[in-house]
């Protein structure tokens, strides 16, 4: 179990530079947690897909059916109070914060590529590759140690 950045979530569903590290990050935990603000995320990529042309109507609702499906029951909302003083403390936006409050919370790796996260919170966050590769729970898999 982890959370997962919405960007892997969507790199899962669609085409995008990062769909290979998505794919192998799925491959090694397919159990994803996110806070609630992945929907609303996921929500805007479809939707500039769908105004680009990119994808068509149908492809956007089984995109969001599929990651809807997988997400199920995985989605919690983050303590107020600790996003707001993880921000505080750390300078970061409180939407990533959101993501480290509910893996501090679980007690599981935050998986992202997000820089500013990683140099921040480096032992909740790690990089999708760096998870990937690693099966050691003190290196690289989900749960906290």
Same mark, same amino acid.
């Given at each position: ?13 669609? +085409? ?10 799925? /491959? ?6 996110? +806070? ?20 068509? %109507? +149908? ?17 919690? /909302? ?6 707001? %003083? /993880? ?40 990089? +999708?590759? /760096? ?15």
């Amino acid at each position: 179990m982890i959370v997962i950045d919405s960007e892997l979530i969507i790199g899962l569903y669609l +085409p995008t530079d990062y769909s290979d590290l998505s794919e192998a990050v799925f /491959r090694k935990d397919p159990y994803w947690l996110a +806070p609630y603000v992945w929907r609303s995320e996921l929500l805007s990529v479809v939707s500039m897909y769908l105004k680009k042309g990119i994808i068509a %109507q +149908p492809k956007a609702n089984e995109v969001v059916d599929l990651a809807e499906m997988h997400m199920k029951n995985r989605d919690y /909302r983050a303590v107020a109070y600790d996003i707001l %003083q /993880r921000a505080s403390e750390s300078g970061l936006q409180v939407r990533d914060c959101e993501y480290v409050s509910l893996a501090a919370f679980t007690s599981v790796k935050y998986v992202t590529m997000n820089k500013q996260v990683l140099a921040a919170y480096p032992e909740i966050a790690m990089e +999708p590759d /760096r998870f990937s590769r690693h099966s050691d729970p003190e290196d690289g898999s989900g749960r906290l140690i």
